[in-house]
């Protein structure tokens, strides 16, 4: 049993909190969604999309290149300052998935990238029935590092990860009954790094960002030597590493 303080709300808040810190890493190595991922999320008809838990801005960025009018929501102020500066004609606001600062049928997308699993469910979902107009969609999307090549399941087991994040807590993400047309569709694709980045990739993940400095330290060293030593990797200057992108697609009632 937990001890107050220790428990699974607290090692929640230590790692949504630990995003700040490390934004710039985070932005560095982080891969981003596919086009044929972002065409899936986003209806053709739709115009004014909220982007929530925007991070930096990666999604954001796919969205304004397709010329639609994005407000995003972020609560991690380093996160919100570097979608600022690369996305200067994007409403940034501070806020969260169950109390998202924007009025009742508002927009008519709703996007979340890598960050639906962080939510309290019911009330982000009820949150996102509540700003979406009529009709309006829902498009959750999430990497997975593809786990059935072997190098990479070695990677994931290293980082305590070898279910992908969401997959860990559930298959599906739970959106529930103020949505309906619930569509999974994966997208297969390779995103190349040289192979120091991705040992700070690694870096980058929730369970390495809480540990001691020691322990971290260690951590990343490990990954250092599967990198450089394992025989798919060894001499490689750019490793493709190979991911499975979920997206999940809902309609409002
Ligand atoms: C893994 S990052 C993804 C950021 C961005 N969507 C991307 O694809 O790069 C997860 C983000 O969720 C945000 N987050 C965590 N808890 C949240 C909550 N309850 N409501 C809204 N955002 C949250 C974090 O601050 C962080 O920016």
């Given amino acids: 049993m937990s001890t107050p303080g220790e428990g699974p709300e607290r090692r929640h808040a230590e790692h949504a909190a630990s995003f700040t810190h490390h934004a710039d890493e985070y932005d ?20 004014d999309v909220l982007d929530l838990a925007a991070g930096t801005g990666k999604l954001t ?38 109390r998202i600062p924007l009025p009742d049928a508002s927009v008519d997308a709703v996007t979340v990238a890598q960050a639906w699993h962080w939510f309290d469910e019911p009330a982000a979902a009820a949150e996102v029935a509540r700003v979406l107009r009529p009709g309006g969609t829902l498009g959750i999307v999430w990497n997975d590092r593809d786990e059935d090549v072997p190098w990479v399941a070695a990677y994931g087991t290293l980082l305590h990860e070898a279910a992908g994040p969401q997959l860990a807590r559930g298959t599906h993400p739970t959106v529930g009954d103020g949505f309906t047309d619930v569509l999974r569709t994966d997208v297969r694709w390779e995103h190349a ?6 040992v700070r990739l690694a870096g980058t993940r929730s369970y390495a960002l809480v540990l001691p400095p020691d322990e971290r330290e260690a ?28 997206v999940y697609t809902a309609r409002r009632r």
């Fill in 61 to 98: 960025a796919s969205l304004v290149a397709r010329g639609l009018q994005v407000v995003a929501v972020e609560p991690a102020e380093g996160m919100r300052e570097q979608l600022a500066a690369r996305l200067p004609q994007v409403e940034v606001h501070a806020g969260t998935a169950e």
């Fill in 219 to 246: 951590l990343l060293d490990r990954v250092r030597t599967l990198v450089t030593t394992h025989p798919d990797l060894a001499g490689l200057d750019r490793v493709p590493v190979p991911y499975v992108t979920r």
């Fill in 193 to 198: 790094l040289a192979p120091e980045d991705l």
């Fill in 28 to 47: 560095a190595v982080r891969p981003g969604y596919p086009p044929a991922a972002v065409d899936l999320l986003v209806p053709a008809r739709a115009h």
